[in-house]
């Protein structure tokens, strides 16, 4: 299985920018769709973007798009997820998770068979 540990979160203002990085180990990216949620103090779990194998397609919700980018480094088995034009309504905490089903959809994150540890952004206004 794989292991995955999430970095780069952190304080930032509105308008600024944060890089997330996703590190895997254990076996190869190459073999994971993966994507990043988030989830912010009393709410539910969101999908944010979501990256194929190959990173030849790519998801984002809505409320990111245009500001978010996913992409990926099979084979330094890295994920990030550069996040620009940061609001106060992107604080939550962070998870990238991975998983064997070649469908990328905006989901619930039930698919998603491993998961980060979490970091946590937070952005004030």
């Known amino acids: 299985q794989v292991q995955l540990v999430e970095s780069g979160g952190g304080l930032a203002q509105a308008g600024d920018s944060l890089q997330l990085a996703c590190v895997a180990s254990g076996r190869p990216l190459s073999s994971y769709a993966m994507a990043w949620f988030r989830q912010a103090p009393g709410k539910a779990r969101e999908f944010v973007a979501g990256i194929s194998r190959e990173a030849l397609s790519k998801l984002y919700t809505d409320s990111v798009k245009g500001r978010f980018t996913i992409s990926r480094d099979n084979g330094n088995n890295i994920v990030i997820l550069q996040m620009n034009s940061l609001k106060p309504e992107d604080t939550a905490d962070y998870y990238c998770?991975?998983?064997?089903?070649?469908?990328?959809?905006?989901?619930?994150?039930?698919?998603?068979?491993?998961w980060g540890q979490g970091t946590q952004v937070s952005v004030s206004s």
């Open positions: 998770a991975a998983t064997t089903s070649y469908s990328l959809r905006i989901s619930t994150g039930d698919e998603y068979d491993y």
